[in-house]
């Protein structure tokens, strides 16, 4: 599998294209890095092909706070400006002024 260049950065806002979930983006696998097992477990029908962008999130839906594992294909952007409840973002970004998350210096080393 060839890489492709990841259309996301680490700190964006993503939604799901087909879920109702939205989160930050903290890490990004060129290809799909995830077990087979888990990748077998998406319906066939919806399963995205492994040659593309994965996207690591801090994600949220209206209930609960989790971590997910996404396929480029499935994410879009999200302008809603909604704030976010998930507190590991906290833990792991600062957010600018212009409303992007920033990795905090101390989690480079």
Do not use: C
């Amino acid at each position: 599998m060839k890489p492709r260049a990841a259309k996301f950065g680490i700190g964006d806002i993503v939604k799901h294209r087909k879920y109702p979930f939205r989160g930050v983006i903290f890490d990004i696998d060129p290809v799909f890095a995830n077990t087979e097992e888990w990748w077998l477990s998406i319906p066939e029908e919806v399963r995205p092909s492994k040659d593309q962008p994965f996207y690591h999130l801090y994600a949220e839906n209206s209930d609960t706070e989790y971590t997910a594992y996404v396929s480029e294909q499935n994410l879009e952007p999200d302008d809603s400006g909604a704030p976010f409840r998930n507190p590991q973002i906290d833990e792991t970004f600062t957010r600018s002024d212009s409303g992007r998350y920033i990795r905090r210096l101390n989690l480079l080393n």
